[in-house]
């Protein structure tokens, strides 16, 4: 049973458009809800993240919307470039326990 | 943050043979975990490995396929035994460091079964 749902699978962006990634959890115990980012032939590293006392954490062109009351949550660049070209892992965890849940994943390709 | 380092970073092998993947970290960690990335799917986590005790298996994983070695607190490995092409895949080691939730990956172990 997959803990978090992810979409979309894929996603195309024009350079200077925003990109959104959703993610969905049924679990009310996860506390801690992280956006890992990752470049072919690198492992996951987080690119931000946010608990469920705010709706929206904000770092540069990375914004993370939070639902609590529809348990969701969604990843927002701005001003998408060529560089953010990657795939991105929605998860979460839970304040009794260390394991983290990853979405299915998002491959995201920004064209120039 | 944490490094983390894993060697190796790709390997192809025979069907039927053993490989072990190392993972060292820069400094103490109480809890290590394993991951398998399948091509174009999400992680999932095998098993957590706690220095001086068993390694802990997730549901669809077993010790006799995927023994797991965790000597001291800064250092792991994960072996994938009699392996088959469903083994291709790639193999993650991370970290979280002690009360904080940021979990740190290594770069990966790109299997490929032949």
């Known amino acids: 049973q997959q803990q978090v749902k992810q979409s979309p699978q894929s996603l195309i962006v024009q350079k200077g458009g925003i990109s959104i990634i959703n993610c969905a959890y049924e679990?009310?115990?996860?506390?801690?809800f992280p956006w890992y980012q990752q470049f072919p032939g690198k492992g996951p590293a987080l690119l931000i993240a946010i608990r469920p006392d705010v709706s929206e954490k904000k770092e540069g062109r990375f914004t993370i919307s939070f639902n609590k009351s529809a348990k969701q949550f969604s990843l927002h660049i701005m001003d998408s470039q060529p560089g953010d070209s990657a795939t991105y892992f929605c998860a979460a965890i839970g304040n009794t326990g260390n394991q983290f849940y990853f979405g299915t994943g998002t491959s995201l390709t920004v064209i120039p | 943050s944490a490094v983390i380092s894993q060697k190796p970073s790709r390997d192809i092998c025979q069907r039927g043979t053993s490989l072990t993947i190392q993972c060292q970290v820069d400094s103490q960690v109480t809890m290590m975990f394993w991951y398998r990335q399948q091509p174009g799917q999400s992680l999932t986590l095998i098993a957590t490995a706690n220095q001086g005790s068993e390694a802990t298996y997730e549901s669809g994983f077993v010790i006799d396929k995927f023994p797991i070695s965790r000597p001291n607190l800064t250092f792991s490995t994960l072996t994938v035994s009699n392996m088959s092409p469903e083994d291709s895949s790639i193999y993650l080691c991370?970290?979280?460091?002690?009360?904080?939730?940021?979990?740190?990956f290594g770069q990966g172990t790109r299997l490929t079964v032949v």
């Open positions: 679990n009310t115990a996860f506390d801690y």
């Open positions: 991370s970290v979280h460091r002690e009360l904080s939730t940021e979990a740190f």
